[in-house]
């Protein structure tokens, strides 16, 4: 059936009509393309290229390549690569969501995570998901780590999995885990029964599990069940501030308490303005106004550009914002704190390079044994220059 | 015109005070208390009856805003190319993506949401597309990005962005929802406006190739139990599984968006576009096409995007965006500026088709009446909805409930807990209530 399919395939057919062609003599070659001029545009991918972007593994293995790593080497990589984003433990909840924790046992032996049945476990790790190993294989080889995706080997992969098995209880500590065992490991996982397929909401002619009704007319009606809580009403911000100035609504001015009659909120709608939008003259863009663009235009362009190339290329900026917080502080919190700091400079360049903790929260920074004093002073001369 | 109109020149009697500080406003009337005191002490003769009558007579010559003309009346503007891309005026810098505090720790895995509370008609600006990225976002050189399909294909081929936009090209327009959309709202009311929301959801003309022209080009298998890979080139390499239906329907490898080329946000150079599927799927930096047996079961396939039951057991595979609408305006967070008319406006939207209809209710879902649908109603797009209302000044609940043209009805939230309890996060289409009181202001709640 799959043979017969294929033959009838169109480019099969326009194949066969070329050769046809070919041996009536070649008069009318052009034709054969003619339904589908652009049939010839692109060209034949090499195996080796192939090779080299064909990264995905399936659940039944198709893809993975061959390889091993032990829980061991796995907990040396953690250490290294994968502690300061998700914990000691692959538990932390400081960055991501909580890789391991909530499975037991029991879960190995059923395939289902009873605390994803009970509700009452706070979190919903990873592990607690997982219902296919290739998943997180073929993840962590393709984007971890977060700041440096694909610079794993294999046998990297498997033993950093490894590690992450060991913590949740699957696998023992003297565990090697390879492409040999990965079908029995996927017998082991906590919530390999957990999963089921829906249909209904992946075909577009399927049928969605819900309907609403189409009461036109003194429909039943329950009471009002959730309202934003008053503390959640400037949770977001001036919400004044994040809507238009003219129309028929304005944004509520959450900086200040709610009115209770139309008359006060007439007479607060009245005072709402753009920041800084009068002041501004015409054609200037809101980005000006930023701090990344204001320390770029100071002194030096030159030296704050090749910083900056410089944290690029160190992946610093992975985890450090200029003006925003990321994982860690922002340059310009870290200018502000050490500014006027007495030997600021010879401290945050060894921070860089060996790493630092509790500084700034409970993220550690790892070391960055690759930076140089001379790149090191470059960098924080540059980060400290944005305190004004 | 009438006096008795001249008198009421704008609901809110908008300038000048709407052009100062509230410092400068503050000044401003204590400068004016100081002149009337003089004036009324200068004019002892004057009686009260004669300054109204002043008062009245200055109103009745109209408004400063015409009878003073401004500067840019009297004076030179801008030359031509002042700015190579053009910006919105500096009035309109409140309507921007804005990122939802505390929903995310890492702003390059973090989303930012389309101010849906200040756009018109269906289209979203480019700028203010809703952002989703994974692992940050990058500006590729498109002379150095290339697009393989492989897999169960006679021929695997390599496309450069010069072979892809040679190929005869074709447009849509389509609506892009993340599968997560309003999923903060499963278990109760925790956001404050439309843009938090819903506004994980955007609607632009994407231009492209048909996915199905360049299958049909290498020799794809596309029959039954046939299933795509589509994978991005950015760290994340983002991968999902397509439904080979949609791949030989709709789904465009799309390199341009409202008539530009893509965002980088957006995944310059090149995106897939899966009309009425989840946003996750539009794969952007798209760089890889597999054909493959099996679905592929990655991390956006296992771990998210998944729909909690009650019973702890993943769905998956759940992908088709439901039929739904929201009220942009008046709508949570927003103030009320007199009774009378107002023009109850939103979208509505079904990843299986076209919008039919949609009902509105002002009285919290007792009773509805029929919005009119504004042109274009087009099929997996964002369809614009209006309804007169005149406010009486009273609490009113404002709803919206769409219906697709196969059918389907939008559900209320408790029909969705029903089924999916509520430690659910994607696929969320309820039918959403904004609650007005007497001071005008609106706010988010949950009725059904």
């Not at chain 1, 057919?13 to 070329?18: G, I």
């Not at chain 1, 994982?327 to 630092?356: C, D, H, M, T, W």
Request: charged share 20%; net charge neutral.
């Amino acid at each position: 059936m799959k043979a017969i399919k294929y033959f009838l395939s169109p480019s099969i057919l326009r194949t066969t009509a070329l050769l046809l062609s070919l041996i009536a003599g070649g008069s009318n070659m052009a034709t054969a393309a003619t339904d589908k001029p652009w049939s010839n545009i692109g060209r034949a991918a090499t195996s080796d290229e192939i090779k080299a972007w064909d990264i995905d593994v399936r659940a039944d293995f198709t893809g993975l390549p061959a390889g091993s790593g032990s829980v061991s080497d796995g907990n040396d990589i953690w250490e290294e690569k994968c502690e300061s984003c998700h914990g000691v433990f692959a538990e932390s909840t400081h960055v991501f969501t909580p890789l391991v924790g909530g499975t037991t046992d029991e879960d190995i032996k059923t395939g289902r995570v009873a605390n994803l049945n009970s509700g009452t476990y706070p979190h919903r790790s990873t592990l607690m998901k997982l219902s296919k190993i290739s998943t997180l294989w073929d993840y962590i080889n393709r984007a971890m780590p977060w700041n440096a995706p694909k610079s794993l080997s294999p046998d990297e992969v498997y033993a950093v999995t490894a590690f992450m098995l060991h913590l949740g209880g699957i696998v023992d500590e003297d565990f090697v885990f390879s492409n040999e065992n990965i079908a029995q490991v996927q017998e082991m996982l906590p919530n390999r029964n957990g999963m089921k397929k829906f249909d209904g909401m992946w075909h577009v002619n399927g049928t969605p599990d819900v309907q609403g009704d189409n009461c036109m007319k003194d429909c039943p009606v329950e009471t009002e069940r959730s309202s934003l809580p008053d503390y959640a009403r400037d949770a977001h911000g001036n919400l004044a501030e994040q809507s238009r100035i003219i129309g028929a609504t304005r944004g509520a001015v959450t900086i200040r308490p709610k009115t209770t009659t139309l008359a006060q909120t007439q007479q607060i709608a009245r005072q709402i303005t753009v920041p800084g939008a009068a002041s501004a003259t015409d054609g200037q863009a809101e980005a000006d106004t930023k701090p990344e663009a204001k320390s770029e235009a100071k002194a030096d362009p030159d030296a704050d550009a090749q910083a900056k190339a410089m944290a690029q290329k160190f992946n610093c900026l992975a985890c450090h914002g200029i003006d925003t917080k990321l994982v860690g502080p922002s340059f310009v919190e870290i200018a502000k704190r050490y500014a006027k700091q007495n030997g600021a400079e010879a401290l945050l360049v060894g921070r860089v390079q060996q790493g630092a903790s509790g500084t700034w929260g409970p993220v550690p920074m790892p070391p960055n044994a690759a930076v140089n004093d001379v790149d090191g002073k470059a960098m924080v001369s540059w980060i400290l220059r944005m305190a004004k | 015109m009438t006096q008795n109109k001249l008198q009421i020149p704008g609901r809110i009697q908008p300038a000048p005070e709407n052009f100062l500080s509230e410092t400068d406003n503050t000044r401003a009337r204590q400068a004016r208390r100081g002149f009337m005191g003089k004036a009324l002490a200068m004019g002892a003769g004057m009686s009260a009856t004669q300054v109204i009558a002043n008062r009245a007579q200055a109103a009745a010559k109209g408004e400063d805003a015409i009878l003073k003309l401004p500067p840019h009346t009297t004076g030179l503007g801008q030359p031509v190319a002042a700015r190579g891309y053009g910006l919105p005026s500096k009035w309109e810098r409140s309507l921007i993506r804005r990122e939802s505090p505390g929903l995310t720790r890492v702003s390059a895995s973090s989303v930012s949401f389309c101010p849906l509370q200040g756009t018109f008609g269906i289209i979203t600006p480019n700028g203010l597309h809703f952002e989703r990225h994974h692992q940050g976002w990058w500006d590729i050189d498109p002379s150095q990005h290339r697009l393989m399909v492989h897999g169960l294909v006679k021929e695997a081929r390599v496309f450069t962005m010069d072979d892809l936009l040679r190929m005869p090209a074709t447009s849509g327009i389509h609506f892009i929802e993340c599968g997560a959309n309003t999923g903060m709202e499963w278990a109760t009311v925790a956001v404050p406006t439309v843009q938090y929301s819903h506004g994980m959801l955007s609607c632009c003309e994407f231009t492209g190739v048909k996915l199905s022209t360049l299958l049909d080009m290498c020799g794809a298998q596309t029959g039954k139990d046939r299933f795509v890979l589509a994978e991005g080139a950015d760290g994340s390499s983002m991968t999902r599984t397509i439904n080979m239906e949609n791949a030989m329907d709709d789904v465009m490898v799309a390199w341009a968006m409202n008539g530009e080329m893509l965002r980088p946000e957006n995944g310059y150079p090149l995106r897939l576009v899966v009309p009425g599927v989840q946003g996750v799927s539009w794969v952007k930096y798209l760089r890889r096409i597999e054909v493959g047996d099996q679905p592929f079961y990655t991390k956006d396939e296992v771990l998210h995007y998944v729909d909690m039951m009650p019973d702890g057991i993943h769905r998956q595979f759940t992908s088709i965006q439901e039929v739904k609408s929201v009220i942009t305006s008046p709508s949570g967070g927003q103030l009320l500026l007199d009774k009378g008319y107002q023009n109850i406006t939103g979208l509505a939207w079904s990843g299986r088709g076209k919008i039919k209809r949609v009902d509105v209710s002002v009285d919290g879902g007792r009773n509805w009446r029929t919005a009119r649908l504004q042109a274009p109603v087009l099929s997996k797009a964002l369809t614009r909805f209006n309804i007169d209302w005149v406010w009486d000044g009273g609490p009113a609940i404002l709803q919206a409930r769409a219906v697709d043209e196969t059918g389907h009805v939008q559900p209320k939230i408790n029909q969705l807990r029903a089924v999916r309890g509520t430690r659910s996060i994607y696929h969320n289409n309820a039918i959403q209530s904004w609650k007005v009181v007497e001071s005008g202001e609106v706010s988010n709640v949950q009725v059904y």
